[in-house]
């Protein structure tokens, strides 16, 4: 086994080299903010989508419009508005009078990487217009299904749900996402940094430094990352201790708690845990983050690593837990603090 992992980090160590070149090209506009660039990584190259959220004025969209520069794909962004409509987004039906047929006219999601900027500035009838999209990799318009660019993914943005005239996310788009980032303020060194960077001369210019086929030949190795039988475990234990049993099916509330696979003190604070995609989620991302440490194999730190970006989202907690201003990481932190890591 030694043998074999030996030969996988080196693996590893080739098939990753195009990531120092994709960082440091990030590097040129996007000043501090690592964990943020990171977790872009980590999506694009576990195939999944990610959901920045933090406050305006932080970079969140300079850098996800820098990494789309810095890959050698297709981009479009499309700025969420109030009275956005879902075929702004899908495309439409498109009558031709010369012809007097109807001709498909695709929209913006037509494409390798998407960035929508302020998500929840649009209403729900727009935010689900991707879900097909995101979830089956191709959108219907019409009576005809089109499949979509390989890769495919969605990059959003989202101020606080606090800010005035936004609308919260479905929890089934939601839960669409890999990760969802909490982005914060950077330092007072780096904001020095980003200071001189934007007040001096012509920002640095961008230019592709990595290929589509480069992508898709990560996310293949990805699949061959070792994992042991013990980290899978764990994955699974952390996603069945945010899981409330249903007092309908084990005899009562009393029988429901002694259930539990969670911490005790979690047990009133959830009304619903993290589902399938979790698990399959944690598995990814824990594998994205050992191939971008150049390691062939995955421990139960990286797991711990992106366990909050894959589950803050996916916990739905109860009135008490608001009351107690429990946030989502609260809730998290527990479940890690209670789950045994091998």
Do not use: C, W
Not at 160 to 171: C, H, K, M, R, V
Not at 268 to 289: E, F, H, K, Q, V
Not at 296 to 321: C, F, M, N, P, Q
Not at 324 to 335: C, F, H, I, K, N
């Amino acid at each position: 086994m030694y043998n074999e992992i030996e030969v996988l980090n080196q693996k590893i160590q080739q098939e990753s080299a195009f990531i120092e070149a994709l960082v440091g090209e990030v590097g040129k506009r996007v000043v501090g903010q690592a964990d943020m660039v990171e977790k872009i990584l980590l999506g694009i190259l576990a195939d999944g989508h990610i959901l920045l959220e933090g406050v305006p004025g932080l970079a969140k969209t300079m850098a996800i419009n820098t990494v789309a520069r810095a890959i050698d794909a297709s981009f479009q962004r499309i700025q969420f508005t109030p009275d956005l409509l879902p075929a702004d987004l899908v495309g439409t039906m498109i009558y031709n009078q010369a012809d007097g047929k109807f001709y498909s006219k695709k929209g913006p999601v037509f494409t390798n990487i998407v960035l929508a900027d302020e998500i929840n500035r649009a209403p729900a009838k727009v935010q689900s217009a991707l879900l097909e999209a995101m979830q089956e990799r191709q959108v219907t318009i019409g009576d005809r299904s089109y499949p979509l660019a390989e890769p495919f993914f969605v990059l959003a943005t989202q101020n606080p749900i606090e800010q005035e005239g936004t609308y919260p996310l479905p929890e089934a788009q939601v839960d669409r996402f890999m990760l969802k980032v909490k982005v914060g303020y950077p330092s007072r060194e780096e904001e020095r940094r980003i200071m001189d960077l934007n007040t001096g001369a012509a920002l640095p210019a961008l230019e592709p430094v990595v290929k589509i086929e480069e992508i898709l030949k990560a996310r293949r190795v990805l699949r061959e990352i070792y994992m042991d039988e013990t980290v899978k475990d764990y994955i699974v234990d952390i996603v069945f201790a945010t899981r409330k049993p249903d007092p309908a099916l084990v005899g009562g509330m009393e029988e429901s708690r002694k259930r539990f696979a969670g911490p005790p003190e979690l047990f009133d604070y959830l009304d619903y845990g993290a589902s399938p995609r979790a698990t399959i989620y944690l598995n990814m991302a824990s594998r994205a983050r050992a191939f971008l440490k150049r390691r062939g194999y995955v421990t139960s730190d990286d797991v711990k690593a992106v366990a909050y970006d894959v589950l803050r989202h996916r916990l739905i907690s109860t009135y008490e837990a608001e009351a107690q201003e429990m946030t989502a990481d609260d809730l998290v932190r527990m479940v890690l603090d209670f789950v045994k890591a091998p």
